[in-house]
C-alpha cells in the first residue's frame, strides 16, 4: 500500500508543476503586454497635452496670434509658419550636423574597445564612456560656453580663411563663435558616449564563429570586421545613431547657453545670430511669455514632438530593413 501510494504523490506533484507554470506564464503575458500599453498611452497623453495647450493658436484668434508672434521676432514674422519654420531647420541642422561630426568616431572608438585594445585599457576606456554618457547637458553646455567658445575661434577663423570658398565657411568667422559650427560640436561631443556604447555592446556580441570563420579564410582584422562584425552590427548602429539624433535635436540647456540665436535659413555655419532651435527658443521665451505666448511656444513643441516622432519611426524602418 505504501509503494502504491508514492507514485500517486509524485504523479499529483508533476500534474501541479505546468498548472503553476501556466499561471506564471499568464501573469508575465499580462505585465508585458501592460508595459507595453503603458508606454502607448503616455506617448497618447503628451501628444494630447500638447495639442490641448497648443489649441488657442490653432484656433483661436489669428490676430492675437500674430501679435505674439512679431513680439517674440521683432517683427520679422506675423504667422506661426513663419515663426517655426527657421526655428525647425535650424534644430534639424544644428542636430544633423552634430550626428555628423559624432558617428564615424563614435565607431572607430567602440571597433577600437571592442576588438583593438588591450583588455585593462578597454576595460578603462569603457567605465569612461559610461561616465561620459550619464554627464547632464548643462554640464557640457558651461564646458562648452566657458572653455570651448574662446578657445576655438582660432580655428573657426583659420578655417573661415582657407575654406570661405565654400558656403558653409563663409566668414568672417565671429567671434566670440557662438555658432552652429561650434554648438553642433558641443552636441557631437555630448552624443558620441551614446552611440559609442551602444555599438560597442552590438560589436561585442557578434559570434566568435564568424570571426574565427572569416580569420580562417586569410583574411586580415580589418576584412574581418568590415565582412562579418558590420554588417551583424548594422541595424544596431542605426539605432544608436538615431538615439543620438534624437537628444541632439532636443537638447536645450547647452543651445541655450552657447548660441547665439537669429531666424534665418542660413547654412553659415561660423557667423552669429544666423540659427536658433525650438527647445532653446521655448527655454528663452517661457519666461516672459503670457499665457497666448505659451500657447505658440507649446505649438513649436507640438512640431518637434512630430519631427522626433517620425525621426524614430524612420529610424525604426531603416532598422527592419537592414536586420534582414
Not at 585593462?120 to 553646455?141: E, M
Request: with cysteine; hydrophobic share 55%.
Amino acid at each position: 500500500m505504501t509503494s502504491a501510494s508514492k507514485p500517486s504523490s509524485s504523479s499529483a506533484s508533476s500534474l501541479t508543476k505546468p498548472v503553476s507554470g501556466e499561471k506564471a506564464d499568464r501573469v508575465f503575458r499580462a505585465v508585458a503586454y501592460a508595459c507595453g500599453i503603458l508606454i502607448l498611452v503616455v506617448l497618447a497623453a503628451v501628444a494630447l497635452f500638447l495639442l490641448f495647450r497648443a489649441w488657442p493658436l490653432i484656433g483661436g484668434d489669428q490676430r492675437t496670434n500674430g501679435e505674439v508672434i512679431a513680439n517674440f521676432t521683432g517683427g520679422r514674422a506675423t504667422n506661426f509658419w513663419g515663426y517655426v519654420g527657421p526655428l525647425l531647420f535650424g534644430t534639424v541642422l544644428v542636430a544633423a550636423l552634430a550626428l555628423v561630426i559624432a558617428f564615424f568616431v563614435s565607431i572607430g572608438i567602440a571597433l577600437f574597445i571592442s576588438h583593438y585594445a588591450p583588455k585593462r585599457l578597454a576595460a578603462a576606456l569603457s567605465y569612461i564612456v559610461d561616465i561620459l554618457a550619464a554627464i547632464p547637458s548643462v554640464i557640457y553646455g558651461l564646458w562648452g560656453g566657458l572653455v570651448l567658445v574662446p578657445a576655438i575661434y582660432p580655428f573657426w577663423n583659420w578655417v573661415a580663411e582657407h575654406l570661405g570658398w565654400i558656403p558653409l565657411f563663409a566668414g568672417p568667422a565671429a567671434n566670440p563663435p557662438r555658432t552652429v559650427a561650434t554648438v553642433a560640436l558641443v552636441l557631437a561631443i555630448m552624443i558620441l558616449p551614446i552611440i559609442t556604447s551602444i555599438t560597442r555592446d552590438i560589436f561585442l556580441q557578434t559570434p566568435k564563429l564568424l570571426e574565427e570563420a572569416a580569420l580562417g579564410l586569410g583574411a586580415t582584422k580589418w576584412e574581418m570586421i568590415r565582412l562579418s562584425v558590420l554588417p551583424f552590427a548594422r541595424s544596431g548602429i542605426v539605432s544608436a545613431s538615431m538615439l543620438g539624433l534624437g537628444r541632439a535635436l532636443g537638447e536645450t540647456m547647452a543651445v541655450l547657453m552657447i548660441l547665439s540665436p537669429g531666424l534665418k535659413y542660413s547654412f553659415h555655419l561660423l557667423q552669429a545670430s544666423q540659427n536658433q532651435t525650438i527647445a532653446a527658443n521655448i527655454a528663452a521665451q517661457y519666461p516672459e511669455a503670457d499665457s497666448i505666448g505659451v500657447s505658440v511656444l507649446i505649438g513649436t513643441g507640438l512640431v518637434l514632438f512630430v519631427i522626433t516622432f517620425l525621426v524614430n519611426l524612420l529610424a525604426r524602418r531603416i532598422t527592419e530593413k537592414a536586420s534582414k
